[in-house]
């Protein structure tokens, strides 16, 4: 098709006088359509995609968007199912992945220039995904309280395998009660888990969504383990994450388990830690949080 269009623009060149010779027009991308995900962009610029966690859409990010499409060209991702859109082809399968592969489709068909990527959560973990799959088509990766494997911010030595029974309790009680009833087992499931546990637990309910979608990406994010893949990932990273000055709070120990969970990267990421701010970095803390993103950015 490239070659199409180089062979006509030449001919147009010949017979059309050159006082009055067009300027070539960019075609317009072709709209992106996708039974996973939805995406929302505004703005110009350096392209900046944001990657919701669970049971958050993209509006978990507007606060943020709002102060960066004046400069940059911003996509709001929201995974199909969550929030009130429409299940379609998250109802069955994985989420995680396909929700990265279609990011990366829609980076190369909407004709993205090494798009930075900020994820919070689970979204972190779709956005290390896809910082692994594209290497140097991404210029830059910030995940927000995010890990590549969330058990290991309990225990280093966790595996898949030995938490795959609780995450499958989750799994179960979502999808038959939902997520309002799993919040009454929540606080018991967030003792066994840790900190992992509550930055997992209290993504649920934030925007709701589809109970099978739900509780897919309650499993995976338990489950899930992607420090193999971090030898993968080219782009540099930030991780972001909310702090307290209480010793006696395990946020206040998260940066050490942080740089363990993320040695596995090429070159060591930065740490930004967001004081007063729970899981919900970008809404409980908006004003820091933003002033990271631009750090991030420029």
Same mark, same amino acid.
């Given at each position: 098709?490239?070659?199409?269009?180089?062979?006509?623009?030449?001919?147009?060149?010949?017979?059309?006088?050159?006082?009055?010779?067009?300027?070539?027009?960019?075609?317009?991308?072709?709209?992106?359509?996708?039974?996973?995900?939805?995406?929302?962009?505004?703005?110009?610029?350096?392209?900046?995609?944001?990657?919701?966690?669970?049971?958050?859409?993209?509006?978990?990010?507007?606060?943020?968007?709002?102060?960066?499409?004046?400069?940059?060209?911003?996509?709001?991702?929201?995974?199909?199912?969550?929030?009130?859109?429409?299940?379609?082809?998250?109802?069955?399968?994985?989420?995680?992945?396909?929700?990265?592969?279609?990011?990366?489709?829609?980076?190369?068909?909407?004709? =993205?220039? +090494?798009?930075?990527?900020?994820?919070?959560? #689970?979204? /972190?973990?779709? @956005? &290390?995904?896809?910082? *692994?799959?594209?290497?140097?088509?991404?210029?830059?990766?910030?995940?927000?309280?995010?890990?590549?494997?969330?058990?290991?911010?309990?225990?280093?030595?966790?595996?898949?395998?030995?938490?795959?029974? =609780?995450? +499958?309790?989750?799994?179960?009680?979502?999808? #038959?009660? /939902?997520?309002? @009833? &799993?919040?009454?087992? *929540?606080?018991?499931?967030?003792?066994?888990?840790?900190?992992?546990?509550?930055?997992?637990?209290?993504?649920?309910?934030?925007?709701?969504?589809?109970?099978?979608?739900?509780?897919?990406?309650?499993?995976?994010?338990?489950?899930?383990?992607?420090?193999?893949? #971090?030898?993968?990932?080219? @782009?540099?990273?930030?991780?972001?994450?909310?702090?307290?000055?209480?010793?006696?709070?395990?946020?206040?120990?998260?940066?050490?388990?942080?740089?363990?969970?993320?040695?596995?990267?090429?070159?060591?990421?930065?740490?930004?830690?967001?004081?007063?701010?729970?899981?919900?970095?970008?809404?409980?803390?908006?004003?820091?949080?933003?002033?990271?993103?631009?750090?991030?950015?420029?």
């Amino acid at each position: 098709m490239s070659r199409l269009f180089a062979a006509f623009a030449a001919c147009l060149f010949l017979v059309v006088p050159v006082a009055v010779q067009a300027q070539p027009q960019t075609a317009p991308a072709p709209a992106f359509a996708s039974d996973r995900i939805i995406v929302e962009t505004r703005g110009s610029g350096p392209d900046v995609v944001f990657i919701p966690g669970l049971g958050s859409t993209g509006a978990a990010w507007r606060s943020t968007a709002d102060r960066l499409d004046d400069r940059y060209r911003v996509h709001l991702v929201t995974l199909r199912g969550f929030g009130g859109t429409d299940i379609q082809g998250n109802a069955t399968g994985g989420l995680a992945g396909p929700a990265a592969a279609e990011i990366e489709r829609y980076i190369r068909q909407q004709g =993205l220039v +090494r798009p930075a990527l900020i994820g919070h959560s #689970l979204g /972190g973990q779709i @956005a &290390l995904r896809v910082a *692994a799959d594209m290497g140097d088509g991404v210029s830059r990766v910030m995940v927000v309280d995010s890990s590549p494997f969330f058990p290991s911010l309990v225990d280093s030595r966790a595996t898949s395998a030995q938490v795959e029974p =609780l995450a +499958r309790l989750g799994y179960q009680a979502l999808l #038959l009660f /939902g997520d309002q @009833a &799993l919040k009454s087992q *929540a606080a018991t499931l967030g003792v066994d888990m840790g900190l992992a546990g509550d930055m997992v637990f209290q993504g649920l309910g934030l925007q709701g969504g589809d109970r099978r979608v739900l509780a897919q990406g309650l499993y995976e994010a338990l489950t899930v383990d992607l420090r193999p893949r #971090l030898s993968q990932i080219t @782009a540099p990273v930030t991780v972001v994450y909310g702090w307290t000055r209480d010793p006696e709070n395990p946020r206040n120990r998260l940066e050490g388990l942080y740089r363990y969970g993320f040695q596995g990267l090429l070159q060591p990421p930065r740490f930004e830690r967001i004081e007063g701010a729970g899981h919900q970095v970008m809404i409980e803390q908006p004003g820091p949080f933003l002033s990271a993103v631009r750090r991030f950015l420029s």
